[in-house]
């Protein structure tokens, strides 16, 4: 029997195999910003991404599309299972499948828990690229996996941070942040308040409703606010009385509040990110910005582009016969 190769065969990449590709951060942010950009040029397809809940605390996400600009066509399925932190397993699993989009063959599996923690805070560090200016003291409220990505990213898109002020629950998840610090300072909050003090730029990354929201009030005035979990950590209040709001996708911030309890009583947004990548909206320099990614299937299938072509290129992976 013939081995399957690029042109027969579909390629499976697991988390260990992805990690040793030597992926970088900018090679992430650049294909996500290529993605924004196609989006803003309406040459993207990405439907609402429709969710089962299998259990009261857990969802599983359907997310398809398509990049027109660089003829990229895929889907996530991806779980979110709040319960697997008393198993001691992962809170996210998934897949991503890749499909030519000639012929429709599927032509990667990749593993999805690998693209949502990396094109996640990706899609934060697209936002840092287009604010300009760079912030001093940053708070993480959330020590998990995106908090810590996201810790990373940061440090490395603000080389002029100074400190960084982190809070979670568990103690010792917040002070292992420190090996992501880079030598800033880090100071270990006593609570998500005290965490926000005087931070210009505001990370959150919990999984589960705060009560009470965070209002914000101790962080500067012109801090800009990045809430990875929708409205779960930050108070409504936040969001409607920013100098600009914006979301990665309009239809997807329309789609979760009008089928849960999410962004009741919310303004409209005031852009989309795609439009602040393109450069047709500029975020101001005053006031609480508000930018929420809510997490959309461009930036998984734009990052499995760049996956697949990399795995083939250095021969990593399996091939196996499908279908």
């Not at 908090?147 to 990213?153: Q, V, Y």
Request: glycine fraction near 10%.
């Amino acid at each position: 029997m013939t081995a399957p190769t690029a042109d027969t065969g579909m390629l499976v990449l697991n988390r260990a195999d992805l990690e040793g590709m030597g992926v970088t951060w900018p090679e992430i942010i650049d294909v996500l910003d290529d993605a924004f950009v196609q989006k803003s040029q309406g040459q993207v397809q990405n439907p609402p991404k429709p969710k089962v809940a299998p259990r009261s605390d857990a969802f599983i996400n359907a997310m398809p599309a398509y990049l027109g600009g660089s003829d990229r066509a895929g889907i996530k399925w991806v779980a979110g299972y709040e319960q697997n932190r008393t198993k001691g397993l992962p809170y996210i699993y998934g897949v991503l499948v890749m499909t030519d989009a000639e012929t429709g063959r599927p032509i990667a599996l990749v593993d999805g828990g690998w693209v949502t923690e990396k094109r996640t805070a990706a899609a934060s560090g697209v936002t840092m690229r287009h604010v300009q200016e760079e912030p001093r003291t940053l708070a993480v409220i959330g020590c998990g996996v995106q908090g810590r990505a996201h810790l990373d990213i940061a440090v490395h898109s603000y080389p002029g941070l100074e400190q960084v002020r982190v809070y979670d629950h568990t103690l010792s998840k917040a002070e292992a942040m420190a090996d992501l610090a880079g030598g800033r300072e880090l100071y270990t909050a006593t609570s998500e308040v005290d965490a926000l003090a005087g931070a210009d730029l505001v990370i959150t990354t919990v999984t589960r409703p705060m009560d009470p929201k965070l209002d914000c009030a101790g962080t500067s005035e012109d801090a800009l606010v990045l809430p990875v979990d929708y409205d779960d950590a930050i108070a409504t209040s936040v969001f409607n009385d920013a100098s600009f709001f914006a979301v990665d996708d309009l239809g997807q911030y329309s789609a979760v509040g009008a089928k849960s309890s999410h962004f009741a009583g919310f303004r409209e947004p005031d852009a989309e990110l795609a439009a602040i990548v393109a450069g047709h909206v500029e975020v101001p320099a005053e006031g609480r910005r508000v930018i929420m990614n809510m997490g959309i299937a461009t930036e998984d299938v734009a990052l499995g582009g760049l996956l697949y072509d990399r795995a083939v290129a250095q021969g990593v992976g399996r091939w196996i016969d499908f279908p």
